[in-house]
């Protein structure tokens, strides 16, 4: 099965709390990509990272991190001391390859309210 | 920003009518895509194009049908719209390459009501 799960629907929380956004995926193909996007309350998706199978770096940028686990075929989204402009529903995808095209699986989303 | 236009941003329309969407871009991508989304359903692939007149199906494609006569140009057409086709469509253009590793750039969607 190809999968991307995130179990977090929905989040609330108060301004410069960290905030933790989980995504599990499943797939048996070896090489593969997995994205994070921001789509915030206007609309738009916003590309945000990716991340190839290979490379279990973490990932960080500024407020933003990124903890891939292959063991547990997990790619987390961290932002800390968060900010009301980080409201947004956030989505995980993996791609992978399927000959003249990708196969892009998506994430329903979590959305993240921060409060002030 | 990928230089991604959606036209047109909002539309309503009436059962039956056809519709159709356009996505422009000016980066000379090969790979275009067409989603929709939808509450509880997240993004679905509707159809895509990997060249000028190459298109294939989505998992979502009854009902749509998509042209793409010029690199810059993906057309959406909803021949006969009906009120499950009421959703946010969203252009996208694959990064340089085109290929699996390239993250999707995406226009800013068309709000479509079918009523």
């Known amino acids: 099965a190809q999968k991307v799960t995130q179990a977090q629907t929905e989040i609330s929380v108060v301004e410069k709390e960290d905030v933790t956004l989980d995504c599990v995926y499943e797939?048996?193909?070896?090489?593969?990509?997995l994205f994070w996007y921001k789509q915030p309350p206007s609309g738009e998706l916003v590309f945000l990272i990716r991340r190839n199978s290979f490379d279990e770096q973490n990932e960080i940028s500024g407020r933003y991190s990124w903890n891939f686990q292959k063991s547990t075929s997990s790619f987390n989204f961290t932002i800390t001391a968060s900010q009301v402009v980080d409201s947004a529903v956030y989505f995980c995808a993996l791609s992978l390859n399927a000959g003249n095209n990708r196969k892009l699986i998506w994430g329903l989303g979590t959305s993240l309210a921060v409060n002030p | 920003d990928a230089g991604i236009t959606q036209s047109p941003r909002h539309k309503v329309t009436e059962t039956g009518t056809p519709v159709t969407l356009r996505c422009h871009q000016t980066e000379n991508h090969r790979y275009m895509y067409w989603y929709r989304q939808d509450p509880g359903h997240g993004l679905r692939l509707i159809h895509y194009s990997y060249g000028v007149k190459d298109t294939d199906k989505g998992e979502v494609s009854d009902g749509y049908s998509v042209s793409r006569s010029k690199t810059e140009d993906f057309l959406l057409t909803l021949e006969s719209a009906t009120s499950s086709q009421t959703s946010v469509y969203f252009c996208a253009i694959a990064g340089a390459g085109g290929g699996y590793n390239s993250p999707l750039h995406f226009g800013n969607g068309t709000r479509l009501t079918v009523t």
């Open positions: 797939t048996r193909d070896t090489t593969y990509y």
